[in-house]
């Protein structure tokens, strides 16, 4: 049991090296992308409901937020399995990401650029 956590810890962390070069889109960049978006897909689900309270009420964010969230869970999920099975291919067109924002964490520097 221990094995498939340490497994994944290291993919997590050699994938989180791929979010800092989003800009060089090559196959790698879309294989890392897809095994980031792939293990970080189900913060949609809290991330969403948390910014439905925020612009809302918490009853419209609970309610409205939770299955927003897990609809947005499953499509980027979705989105790093597709990546993943078709990184060797320039599809669509110059590895660019099938879904906005390329990660759902962004990078500490993309946020402060000017």
Known sequence: MRRPIKIFVIILILTSFWIGASHAAGPFTKLGRGLTNLATGW???????????????????????????????????????????????????????????????SSPLEETQI
């Open 43 to 105: 913060i949609e689900m809290p991330l969403t409901m948390q910014r439905e309270c925020q612009k809302q009420d918490y009853m419209t964010g609970i309610f409205y937020g939770f299955p927003a969230g897990l609809f947005r869970a499953f499509l980027r999920t979705g989105a790093g399995i597709y990546e993943i099975i078709s990184f060797p291919f320039p599809v669509p067109n110059n590895y660019e990401t099938i879904i906005e924002p390329e990660f759902i964490i």
